[in-house]
């Protein structure tokens, strides 16, 4: 190879990389267009769909539901202990609260409900759509006239993002508990100084923050892992997987949430 034609090489991978890569993401966004259409469709919840539905949703929470409120507990009761220790040795009780209620309920919570829909709930959904690929069954629906997105993929991304919607809502309720237990104790004398300071944090602003940051994060923890086995591309010259390709986009776009509710809470 000579020099002159090198940069050029080197330019025109770089070219074909940006395509693929827009090019993904666009088979992701209209993905999800299609999947939305489907989940507003009266024919998407007919009785064999509802009964897939129902099984998907049922499954993918109960499997995660106990532990993730648990672990949640845990991780509120050892955060709201040090948060309260810290604020008490400089004399900062009175905010001890409200940064409870700030660091665990708005930013922890439901980051760490959506990682774990993920890893419990839909990654091994996309691994049974992508089995259902490969082996044929995704074919022999379609020859059958049955849609296999509305069929097979639209009741996993439901229950999908229903567990990470569930997860977070249990858990954020859960450390609000332990919190005014771990403040005041077991007595209802500091229940309405609590819910003055709660107020004070859910604001309207901050309210519909968290709800659109919890509902994006189940919708994306859902979808990316799906829709990266369905990228039907042929990827012999890639160099990571499909799975992985999708990991990728899913944090990216779970960065890009976070960023988007840190600058709407603080700025």
Sequence with gaps: MSPLSSPQDTAAGLARGAVQWLAGWWRTIHLAALLSVLALSPSSYRAGNRRAMAKHIYLGTAQSLLWFTLLSLLISIVVIRIVLVTALSYGLTQYALEMVVRVLVLELIPLAAA???????????????????TGGGWDALAREGIDPLRQEVLPRVVAGS??????????????????????????SAGFAAYTHTVGQVFSPAVSLILLLKILLLGLTVALMPIASVLDAVPRRRANTS?????LVRMFMVIVIIEAASLVGNYY
């Design 162 to 187: 229903f567990c990470g919607l569930m997860l977070a809502a249990v858990s954020c309720v859960v450390t609000l508990v332990v919190a005014y237990l771990s403040v005041y104790g077991l007595t």
């Design 242 to 246: 499909a799975e992985l390709q999708g």
């Design 115 to 133: 990682l774990f829909a993920a890893l419990r709930c839909t990654m091994p959904l996309a691994e049974e759509v992508a089995t259902l690929r």
